[in-house]
């Protein structure tokens, strides 16, 4: 039973437009939600992370955005480059309970 | 600061063999976090372990085990290989057990023939 499910599973973007990943979740006691990125030939790297206490967190041109009573939050990417040609994970976890990650999000932005 | 190593990062067995990958996570974390990654299931859950005791095994056969040693090195085996357990093996490292920001190695890919 997939947890976290994650969506568009790939993406185009042009240069200086704004890359939007949604996920959407099924247990309501997960407190914590992370966006990770994977480069080819790597593992994924923590990118931005938010509680459900906060409805947005913008760090950078990376912001979350989080709706908990549709039980749902996105990665919304502004002016979107080249260098942020990537698989995003999105991610949610309980206290102690591992993280679960969606299917993954193959970001591809064109010049 | 070193990061997270797994090895070997590349291998090739084939099927009814048993197979062993290493991680040594960041110095000072204690918790080693291993998930499965395919490109059509994403990241799945294998085993987490804490202070060289397992806390959570996700949902995979007993053929999956692993380890944790005392310095926090960890190791998983597969035994028993099937094509369908050709995957890229990622083992991560926290500094505590709370959710916290994980740190990813680069992986053990594996091939069964």
């Known amino acids: 039973q997939q947890q976290v499910k994650q969506s568009p599973q790939s993406l185009i973007v042009q240069k200086g437009g704004i890359s939007i990943i949604n996920c959407a979740y099924e247990?309501?006691?997960?407190?914590?939600f992370p966006w990770y990125q994977q480069f080819p030939g790597k593992g994924p790297a923590l990118l931005i992370a938010i509680r459900p206490d906060v409805s947005e967190k913008k760090e950078g041109r990376f912001t979350i955005s989080f709706n908990k009573s549709a039980k749902q939050f996105s990665l919304h990417i502004m002016d979107s480059q080249p260098g942020d040609s990537a698989t995003y994970f999105c991610?949610?976890?309980?206290?102690?309970?591992?993280?679960?990650f969606g299917k993954g999000t193959r970001l591809s932005v064109i010049a | 600061k070193a990061g997270v190593t797994q090895t070997p990062r590349y291998l090739i067995k084939t099927r009814g063999q048993q197979v062993t990958l290493s991680c040594s996570p960041i110095s000072g974390h204690r918790s080693v976090s291993w998930y499965q990654q395919t490109p059509g299931q994403g990241l799945q859950f294998l085993f987490e372990?804490?202070?060289?005791?397992?806390?959570n095994k996700g949902n995979f056969p007993g053929r999956f085990s692993g380890r944790q040693f005392s310095n926090s090195r960890s190791e998983m085996n597969v035994s028993t290989l099937e094509l369908g357990d050709s995957a890229l093996y990622l083992c991560a490292s926290s500094l505590r057990r709370d959710p916290g920001e994980l740190f990813f190695g680069e992986g053990s890919r594996l091939t069964v023939l």
């Open positions: 991610a949610a976890s309980n206290g102690y309970t591992p993280l679960v």
């Open positions: 247990n309501t006691a997960f407190d914590y």
């Open positions: 372990y804490f202070s060289e005791t397992q806390r």
